[in-house]
């Protein structure tokens, strides 16, 4: 049985204390020893060796690291032979792997902090605790279970705990639960379903929430990690990340491009193993050189300077991101953001401001403009019947409802004109006795001297205040209705009443305590409610126009989740709201058929919001998590991109969290959302441009080999067809701008291949039509250069095909080059600057790069042939856009 469900004479019995004297110093010793400490458990924390084979062994990294060993080997093997050995290669290589894996060390390094702000929050404090009879002061971390807790107004919980005793006992659980309101506490509360969630468990407090009215005894049920704050604090440190969409999309890419490189390598050395052996038997130095020729393949056909763009290219997008308020502390949820087609956001703090506010209110009729407010019963009674601050900064002190009712007044029109503030109110008033709030009565009663008159104020709930008031059914009538059209919204209603007390002296007899409240005059009503934030309305519909299926997941009940829900049209007849407690006993299978219907499930607890995070990506989604409270800490690091509210969050979700939003606004995901598409479509355009190089140069390779050609490179133009291909050139790719029809796209799929068929024909096609133009070239001489020009010719010609070429690859779909010609500045400036080098190199370098410099006609001709490839990819778009009108 739960402890929340058993006898308290039980309960107490089976931890072996008693409610008046507490444990004895050995009973104390004997339940530690049986159910533990009050301190959260730690798991050894990786070493930093270990953190940098981690980082190490992705598979981009890894591929990286293959292709620095074999240009390792091949640089040897020339060296050893006597031909031309370029080492600066390798060292660039080694450059980037170590590059790569500082910034992922650096930039993840800080995981493991989650688990140190919720430890924090249990640090150690002084307790008022009964032990051997009398009440002393104990450290929190001294604390056993069966211990006698003494807790009041202020004090922060320490353990879990069944109350025994209370009075006006309220307990704010926004931090567990998310529930905004602070949750009314009662020790005689009978619970007896065992699946009431945990923000229902009225007599039960828990380990790191506040007391925010009232005092209570209570008894200690669970310590250290048998807390609720335990067993979060055990997901974080347990939960292992699982590679995002972008990784994996990488890998296969990877793997692929590797297999297809080894294959052509040892088609390309068996065939001239077969072709000496054929004209003239086998030499070493002969089955040596095809060995390094079909390795400089290999070479040719790993993208090696892809992952150095990745970072370089995510990096800059991290700047770029927290200049909308977007914090990336995951340097690759930079890009994953972009993927996200399920968000599963909390509702307080995140959809809502996480501060109460009257929304509404009604004196003699229905005002949905608080500041309208006029009648000077309900400010008396709002001012003198409150116990609540707010400071000058704004910050709620004391209950959130009755500061909510403060700030109310402050605001209002009455306000203005009297000049009077709530505390002026107060000094100019005395008040004469005050009966607090507490659950049993539902109401504050506050006796106060106003202009010589002694007055009764009550505020409460509707009923109780009803049944305080001189008032006609039809009256009553017409007010309820306003009520049940503010409790439909998921207000909360505070309703008013006065009294004026005649010679009445001794307000605190019991006799006359009842008289003060009989026959009042009702004035009317205030409706409270966490409004939802101003810009949540767009970002939602923004979200559904992107093909982004929102749930909330939220601590609240059922009503005010709807409430919610109902007021962004998140639900219909096919997108139902339920409880926790509803799915809880479902198997995987049974929710994982449910989940596409499910948009709002309500008294979420961290466990559901977890199971329905993993069960979501079963089913290749990739889902964000948005979250500002300790209970949304798992879900937030087992998430695909775990998005913290930076303001109101706490520390744990943020240290929990990817991205940390630095002005808690809804709409900064959808921003970051446009921003994580753009840089995954950068990527193609990099990949798109490396990949039609690789495949021309393989071919051209290839073919020159078979055709027993010379090789129509030297090592050094190899080097600068590499620099083009994997530096400055190539990096502006992934430096394009945001288009605008980015958000009008349904998102990636977690399945789909980062290199789409598209991508492959257009890949294939172009590298293609480079290849056979080039060989034409070096076979058929169509261009004209004479026997000593033809080197320099096939370099140049290359060269420039693959820089024209990269403003196709701008585009990836059937879009003219020109619409967005002049958006990537930078990527023009590199380009021009590129050319011009290429020009230096002909002309004036030659003695290093083996090459003579070229005349006017035969440069026009090699720019001409080399812009072809643009002309030929912009008639075959012209084409596909016919086709599709």
């Not at 110093?25 to 981690?54: C, D, F």
């Not at 004479?786 to 820089?803: G, H, K, S």
Request: negative net charge; hydrophobic residues 45%; glycine residues 6%.
């Amino acid at each position: 049985m739960k402890e929340f469900m058993e006898n308290q004479e039980d309960l107490i019995c089976r931890l072996n204390t008693n409610s008046s004297v507490g444990l004895t110093t050995q009973q104390a010793a004997q339940n530690q020893a049986k159910y533990g400490s009050n301190t959260l458990t730690r798991e050894k924390p990786e070493s930093l060796v270990k953190r940098i084979l981690g980082a190490a062994s992705e598979p981009m990294i890894l591929m990286l690291v293959m292709a620095g060993v074999i240009a390792l080997i091949v640089n040897i093997i020339r060296a050893s032979t006597g031909g031309e050995a370029d080492f600066l290669e390798c060292v660039g290589i080694f450059a980037a792997i170590s590059l790569s894996v500082i910034i992922t060390v650096v930039m993840e390094g800080k995981s493991a902090k989650a688990f140190e702000a919720l430890s924090k929050i249990s640090e150690d404090t002084m307790i008022k605790v009964l032990r051997n009879g009398d009440t002393v002061m104990l450290g929190q971390k001294e604390l056993v279970v069966g211990d006698i807790l003494l807790l009041s107004t202020g004090d922060k919980i320490p353990a879990d705990g069944r109350l025994l005793e209370s009075m006006g006992l309220a307990a704010d659980e926004s931090a567990l639960t998310g529930e905004s309101v602070p949750a009314k506490k009662d020790a005689v509360s009978i619970i007896t379903d065992e699946k009431t969630p945990l923000a229902e468990r009225y007599n039960m407090l828990y380990s790191g929430n506040y007391i925010t009215s009232g005092y209570c005894k209570m008894v200690v049920t669970a310590v250290g990690d048998s807390t609720e704050f335990g067993k979060i604090a055990a997901e974080l440190t347990k939960t292992v990340r699982a590679s995002t969409p972008l990784q994996e999309k990488l890998a296969r890419l990877g793997k692929t491009i590797t297999i297809l490189g080894v294959i052509a390598a040892a088609i390309v050395f068996i065939t001239e193993i077969i072709s000496f052996a054929i004209s003239g038997g086998l030499v070493f130095e002969e089955v040596l050189e095809a060995f390094v020729t079909s390795i400089v393949l290999i070479v040719a056909a790993v993208p090696e300077g892809l992952p150095t763009i990745v970072a370089v290219s995510l990096s800059i997008n991290i700047i770029k991101l927290s200049s909308q308020n977007a914090l990336v502390k995951k340097m690759i949820a930079s890009e994953t953001v972009g993927c996200i087609n399920v968000i599963c956001s909390d509702k307080t703090g995140t959809l809502t401001e996480n501060k109460m506010t009257v929304s509404a209110f009604y004196d003699s009729k229905w005002h949905e403009k608080p500041s309208e407010l006029s009648s000077n019963w309900i400010v008396h009674n709002v001012c003198l019947n409150t116990t609540a601050d707010i400071s000058q900064d704004g910050t709620f002190i004391g209950n959130p409802t009755e500061c909510a009712m403060l700030n109310f007044y402050e605001s209002s029109d009455i306000r203005k004109k009297s000049g009077k503030s709530y505390k002026d109110e107060r000094s100019d008033h005395d008040v004469l006795h005050a009966f607090p709030f507490s659950s049993e009565l539902k109401h504050m009663t506050t006796i106060s001297k106003v202009d010589g008159k002694i007055i009764s104020y009550v505020k409460g709930s509707p009923e109780c205040v009803f049944s305080m008031c001189d008032i006609s059914d039809s009256k009553r009538s017409v007010i309820e209705q306003y009520i049940t059209k503010a409790q439909k919204k998921a207000m909360r209603v505070i309703a008013f009443a006065h009294k004026e007390l005649n010679g009445m002296r001794d307000y605190e007899d019991q006799r006359n305590h009842v008289e003060m409240e009989t026959n009042m005059v009702f004035d009317g009503f205030v409706a409270i409610s966490d409004p939802l934030r101003a810009d949540v309305y767009e970002a939602v519909k923004n979200c559904r126009l992107a093909g982004i299926d929102l749930k909330i997941l939220t601590g609240d009940n059922i009503v005010t989740a709807t409430a919610i829900a109902n007021e962004l049209n998140v639900l219909s007849k096919d997108h139902i709201a339920v409880e926790a407690k509803d799915i809880a006993d479902f198997s995987d299978d049974e929710l994982l058929k449910m989940l596409p219907k499910i948009s709002v499930i309500a008294r979420s607890t961290p466990t559901i919001k977890m199971r329905v995070v993993k069960l979501l990506k079963t089913q290749g989604n990739v889902v964000a998590v948005t979250g500002d409270g300790i209970n949304d800490a798992p879900a937030l690091k087992n998430a695909d991109v775990g998005i913290a509210m930076g303001i109101s969050g706490t520390e744990v979700s943020k240290e929990a969290s990817d991205i940390v939003l630095l002005d808690d606004s809804f709409s900064t995901i959808v921003k970051a959302i446009a921003w994580g598409r753009g840089i995954y479509e950068n990527f193609k355009r990099f990949i798109q441009f490396q990949l039609t190089v690789n495949v021309s140069s393989v071919i051209v390779v290839f073919t020159s080999i078979i055709l027993g050609l010379k090789a129509p490179f030297t090592a050094l133009q190899l080097l600068w067809i590499n620099i083009i291909m994997d530096g400055p050139p190539a990096l502006t790719l992934g430096l394009e701008p945001i288009y605008d029809d980015l958000m009008s796209r349904p998102p990636t799929k977690r399945s789909d291949n980062i290199v789409s068929k598209a991508m492959l024909i257009r890949i294939g096609l172009t590298g293609a039509y480079i290849s056979i133009i080039f060989l034409c070239q070096y076979t058929f001489n169509f261009l004209g250069a004479t026997t000593e020009q033809m080197p320099t010719v096939l370099f140049t010609l290359f060269a420039l095909f693959q820089l024209f070429n990269s403003f196709n690859c701008r585009e990836l779909h059937s879009v003219s080059i020109f619409n967005h010609l002049l958006k990537n500045k930078i990527m023009l400036l590199v380009i021009t600057v590129t050319f011009i080098l290429q020009i230096l190199i002909i002309q004036f370098a030659g003695a290093f790069f083996g090459t003579i410099p070229l005349d006017l006609i035969m440069w026009l001709k090699i720019f001409g042939v080399s812009f072809s490839v643009i002309l030929i990819s912009e008639f075959v778009k012209l084409m596909w856009r016919r086709i599709k009108e």
